[in-house]
Structure formats: structure tokens, C-alpha cells
């Protein structure tokens, strides 16, 4: 099985990437963020400690809707039957992989996972993925959006920090200083409105009084006239 070789073994602990939250266990849907494969390590066999033996792992990281990532064990790379690789790809894509299948491909790809939490022998507790099986028809978009996550190794660090800034410029544009001006217009323009009929009231009013008045003008004028 002919798989190629995606990242080297440094920014992180051997074979696999430094993940410091806890995933929440149960069943979630989860997007591949990125494949590792780690060439021609040295360990002793686990049949004969005193072997040292050389192959050749790789594992799967996965982010979770809400926000933390889990990875996968170490997964020998072969095309036998028997192997996790194999298994593991023939769940998750519904088919089994074929000669000269590349995991690369499975990056961006949607999972389905089934997570529980286990204590290691030095008593830390940890999650661990027991099943990878294919996004249901119908509920792709549960799937997470794979540019929300930064990897540990330090790719797509650009990708986290551009979210917070259209919340930041949505603040200013709702400012109150456009309605001010609306305001006082139509305070404006309700001012002048209110004494006109208060002008027109009392004007009414006198008008038997001046009627009066006008008699007593117009009278003097013709018998000043012999004067």
C-alpha cells in the first residue's frame, strides 16, 4: 500500500501531534484537519522486547464541532487485512482501500466517531477514538468548517486569528450619531408648529375689544374736519 510520506516527526511528541484539551466523549461528527506519517521508527517487538524492530505509522487528526481535536492511534502502514489502517479506512469510507491508496486524500474528508476517555498506565486520562464511520446522507453540514482550526505543529495559526476581526469592525459601524441629526430636525420642525395656534387663540379673544377701539378711531376723523 503505497502511502506518502505527509510531515516529519518534529513539532510534537513522535508520531503524533501535542493535544492538551480533553475531546468530549460519545458519539460526534468530526472533519479530517490533517494526516502524519512517521517513517522507519525504531521500537523493541512487542513479541521479543529485545528485537528492535523498524516500520512505519501513521495517524489521523480530526477536529470536533466544539473546537477541540482528537487524534488517532498509531496505525502500522499496510495494505494487509488484518491491520487497524485497513480496517480503520474500509469504516470510514465505506470501500476498502486499494493498491497505492493515498491517506492524503482523506484530508477535509467528514467522519463519524465514536469517543471514549481511557487512563494511561501513569494515570492520565485520555481520549481515544474507537470507531471512524462515514457522515449519514442528509447531515453533511454538521460537519465542522476545517479552516476554524489551528494545528498544533503550527499550520493555519492565520486562519484562528482573522475570525475575531469582522466582530470587531461590525462595533463601530452601528454608531448612534446618524439618528442624532434626525432628532433634532424634527425638533426643529415641531417648535415653530406649537405657538401658532397658541398665537391665533388669544387673538380671537380681544376682538370685541378691539372692534371698540376701531369705532373710537374712525369717529374723531369727521369732526376733526372742521378744526
Known amino acids: ?22 475531546a468530549p466523549q460519545g458519539q460526534t461528527f468530526a472533519v479530517c484537519l490533517a494526516v502524519k506519517d512517521s517513517m522507519n521508527i525504531q521500537r523493541p517487538s512487542y513479541e521479543d522486547p529485545s528485537i528492535i524492530e523498524t516500520k512505519n505509522f501513521t495517524r ?14 498509531e496505525m502500522t502502514i499496510s495494505l494487509n487485512e488484518k491491520s487497524k489502517l485497513f480496517k480503520t479506512l474500509t469504516s470510514w469510507n ?16 467528514g467522519a463519524t466517531l465514536n469517543i471514549i476517555h481511557k487512563t494511561s498506565q501513569k494515570g492520565r486520562e485520555y481520549a481515544d477514538i474507537s470507531a471512524i464511520m462515514p457522515v449519514m446522507a442528509g447531515m453533511e453540514n454538521q460537519i465542522p468548517d476545517r479552516s476554524r482550526f489551528s494545528i498544533p505543529s503550527g499550520e493555519n495559526q492565520n486562519d484562528i486569528t482573522l475570525q475575531p476581526a469582522p466582530v470587531q469592525q461590525i462595533a463601530p459601524a452601528s454608531t448612534v450619531e446618524q ?13 415653530p408648529a406649537q405657538p401658532v395656534p397658541a398665537v391665533q387663540n388669544p387673538v380671537q379673544q380681544p376682538a370685541p375689544q378691539q372692534q371698540t377701539m376701531g369705532t373710537q378711531f374712525t369717529g374723531p376723523n369727521p369732526t376733526n374736519v372742521p378744526f
Request: charged letters at 10%.
Open 1 to 22: 500500500m503505497a502511502i506518502l510520506q505527509q510531515s516529519s516527526n518534529t513539532g510534537g511528541p513522535i508520531t503524533g501531534w501535542p493535544l492538551t484539551t480533553l
Open 60 to 73: 489521523f487528526l480530526f477536529g470536533l464541532p466544539d473546537g477541540t481535536m482528537i487524534q488517532t492511534g
Open 94 to 109: 465505506g470501500t476498502m482501500p486499494f493498491s497505492g491508496f493515498d491517506t492524503k486524500t482523506m484530508v477535509g474528508k
Open 179 to 191: 439618528p442624532q441629526p434626525m432628532q433634532t430636525e424634527m425638533q426643529a420642525n415641531v417648535v
